[in-house]
T-cell receptor, first 111, second 115 residues
Framework: DAKTTQPPSMDCAEGRAANLPCNHSTISGNEYVYWYRQIHSQGPQYIIHGLKNNETNEMASLIITEDRKSSTLILPHATLRDTAVYYCIVRVAEDNNDMRFGAGTRLTVKP | EAQVTQNPRYLITVTGKKLTVTCSQNMNHEYMSWYRQDPGLGLRQIYYSMNVEVTDKGDVPEGYKVSRKEKRNFPLILESPSPNQTSLYFC??????????????FGPGTRLTVT
């Protein structure tokens, strides 16, 4: 799996958009970009994934650059409940093995 | 409600006393997996299962056993727990469609302390 690089921490004001970057410069053509988050010590929660195109669901938007070497997860209107560690992971969908969770970005949403 | 359940949620035990952590999912998922999470080390996979009676080792399988006799259940067995197995454990499941997995659904976690 390609290695990802994320900032260790970020702050965001409540109600504003949170933009979480992820670099994955060695991503392969068949590797997807996944985002998960973990609130305190709860089980990680799937947010979104994408291959090439930008994706949006009820939780967030995923913007992948044209060269696929980086991506941004956007939480359009962050709330205090979005405070969590956010993990960016790249892997092939056919991979039997684990999601390799790195250190992630600790997002703190402030009132 | 679609979910992955784990029991117990908290367990304190002593070295050498066999224990089982249960995991069950109600989504008819083929793929199930166990992870442990330790400070500074992130989540590491212990074992995974592609389907009933099919299991394989992850990154840190030593000291653990698993079984997959039914599709919905994937228990984690510690035959002789040791203090270095003190950790937060997560079970996860995923649909395996056309040879691909996408999102994984995680259980709430089991905090195990071995003294």
């Amino acid at each position: 799996d390609a290695k990802t690089t994320q900032p260790p921490s970020m702050d965001c004001a409540e109600g504003r958009a949170a933009n979480l970057p992820c670099n994955h410069s060695t991503i392969s053509g068949n590797e997807y970009v996944y985002w998960y988050r973990q609130i305190h010590s709860q089980g990680p929660q799937y947010i979104i994934h994408g291959l090439k195109n930008n994706e949006t669901n009820e939780m967030a938007s995923l913007i992948i650059t044209e060269d696929r070497k980086s991506s941004t997860l956007i939480l359009p209107h962050a709330t205090l409940r979005d405070t969590a560690v956010y993990y960016c992971i790249v892997r092939v969908a056919e991979d039997n093995n684990d999601m390799r969770f790195g250190a992630g970005t600790r997002l703190t949403v402030k009132p | 409600e679609a979910q992955v359940t784990q029991n117990p949620r908290y367990l304190i035990t002593v070295t050498g006393k066999k224990l089982t952590v249960t995991c069950s999912q109600n989504m008819n998922h083929e793929y199930m997996s166990w992870y442990r999470q330790d400070p500074g080390l992130g989540l590491r996979q212990i074992y995974y299962s592609m389907n009933v009676e099919v299991t394989d080792k992850g990154d840190v399988p030593e000291g653990y056993k698993v079984s997959r006799k039914e599709k919905r259940n994937f228990p984690l067995i510690l035959e002789s727990p040791s203090p270095n197995q003190t950790s937060l454990y997560f079970c996860a499941s995923s649909s395996w469609t056309s040879g691909r997995t996408y999102e994984q659904y995680f259980g709430p976690g089991t905090r195990l302390t071995v003294t």
